[in-house]
Structure formats: structure tokens, C-alpha cells
């Protein structure tokens, strides 16, 4: 296949791939679609795992297989590893045998040794500056990417990053909306019972979430759909004793 035949491939590939992803219906499916994508499109990757980023929490939501989570979860117990530095020093991190890394001496040990992992490739997932987590490719393979391993991975991680953020800015929304119905369906149930207008409502729910350190959503579906043990809200009477006084 000539150069110019190679890049017509690789753009089709690419158009294919983010009208795929942006298809996904929700977090979870354009995780998990994403790391499907990157072992049937990137060279020399056997195995795709996400590092997740929410505060400083990580975690890895999604992966081809076992060995993506076995490995992460060795970076997660030494703290060290290509995901997470790919995610802090916002580079691309590679190796091609880490039996003699360096870099990460424990993880790395550790890694080969009980999983059999010798090639890691790590691009950091953004958007606008904003980290989202890291993309993880891996093989048993030594030197198992090369060049164009690492320019298809990083064009893939980029569509890979928008298509995260759009879904995960839609599921934001989503429970936005989510959370607004619920509120509004519990303010007239207390307008209702307790012959109150829509603020003296909202006041109630309002003053229950802060006494209680629960979220506003979370009292409002208490009212909405009681549960059969105690309720975590105190009676809606109680409530409006208390804003009567």
C-alpha cells in the first residue's frame, strides 16, 4: 500500500471511528467502545484499559479485558506506573520491557512478573486543558510499538477525549434534569400536604439536606418514593413546625 493509500486508510479509519463513538449512549458504552476501538485500530496493542479521573480518585471503568485492570490496579497499590504519569505530567509515557524500566522499579517488577505485560503505552486523555484520565495500551510483546503505533494512538486519544466529555457532559445534564423533576415532583407533595406555597417547599427541602448532610435530590426522593426502613428526612409536618416557629 503506497503512503498516500496508507493516510486515505487512516483518515476513513478515523472518520469511522469518532461517528462511533459519539454513537454510544451513554459513559460506560463510550468507555467501554473506546477500548475495544484501540485494540482492533492501534498496531501492536493486545490489550486497552481507561484510567478514570473524578477528583483524585482513579480508577479503570473500562478495559478490553483482565489484564488491563490487574495491571492498573499494581500502578494504583505502588503509586507509580506510565498511566499515572501520563495523567500527572501530562506527556506520553512508553516502555518496551519493563523488566528493565526504571522509571517505576516496583511497579514495573511487579507487572511483568505476574502478568506477563512487557510494552505499556500511555497517552493522557484532555479536553481544553482538563484531564480526564489516561488511555493504556499493552502488550506481552517487548518493543511492541513503534512510531506509528504512537501518532495513530495519540489522533485516538484525542477523538477518544471528546467523545468522553460529550458523553459524560450529556449524563451531567441528563441528571440535572433528573434531579430538577424529582425536586419539583417533592415540593408539591409538601405544597400539598402541608398547605404551603412552592418557596416554603423548597425552604423545607432545603433546611432537611443541610441538617441532615444529604444532597437536596436525595431528600426529595425520600418524600417522592419513601423507603421501608426509617426515612433518612424527618416527617414533612415536623418540618413545617419548625418553620412556622
Not at 400539598?192 to 443541610?210: K, N, P, V
Request: aromatic content about 4%; hydrophobic content about 40%; glycine content about 6%.
Amino acid at each position: 500500500m503506497s503512503s498516500g493509500d496508507e493516510r486515505e486508510a487512516s483518515t476513513e479509519t478515523f472518520a469511522e471511528m469518532a461517528r462511533a463513538l459519539l454513537a454510544e449512549a451513554d459513559v460506560q458504552q463510550t468507555l467501554q467502545r473506546i477500548v475495544d476501538l484501540a485494540v482492533e485500530t492501534i498496531d501492536g496493542c493486545d490489550h486497552a484499559g481507561i484510567t478514570f479521573l473524578k477528583g483524585k480518585q482513579v480508577t479503570t471503568p473500562a478495559a478490553s479485558d483482565d489484564v488491563p485492570r490487574i495491571v492498573d490496579t499494581l500502578q494504583y497499590e505502588t503509586d507509580e506506573g506510565p498511566c499515572l504519569s501520563a495523567i500527572r505530567e501530562h506527556e506520553v509515557f512508553q516502555t518496551g520491557d519493563l523488566g528493565r524500566e526504571e522509571r517505576w522499579p516496583e511497579f514495573s517488577a511487579r507487572a511483568q512478573r505476574e502478568t506477563g505485560v512487557t510494552s505499556m503505552l500511555a497517552f493522557r486523555l484532555f479536553v481544553e486543558g482538563d484531564t480526564l484520565g489516561s488511555l493504556n495500551l499493552y502488550s506481552k510483546e517487548a518493543d511492541a510499538f513503534d512510531e506509528r503505533s504512537r501518532t495513530v494512538g495519540l489522533v485516538f486519544a484525542a477523538h477518544a477525549a471528546v467523545a468522553l466529555s460529550t458523553a459524560l457532559h450529556d449524563e451531567q445534564m441528563e441528571e440535572a434534569l433528573q434531579s430538577r423533576d424529582l425536586i419539583g415532583q417533592a415540593k408539591g407533595i409538601l405544597m400539598a400536604r402541608e398547605g404551603i406555597t412552592a418557596d416554603q417547599a423548597f425552604e423545607m427541602l432545603r433546611r432537611a439536606s443541610q441538617r441532615l448532610n444529604v444532597k437536596l435530590r436525595d431528600v426529595a426522593d425520600e418524600i417522592v418514593s419513601p423507603s421501608q426502613s426509617p426515612p433518612s428526612a424527618p416527617p414533612a409536618s415536623a418540618e413545617g413546625e419548625q418553620g412556622g416557629t
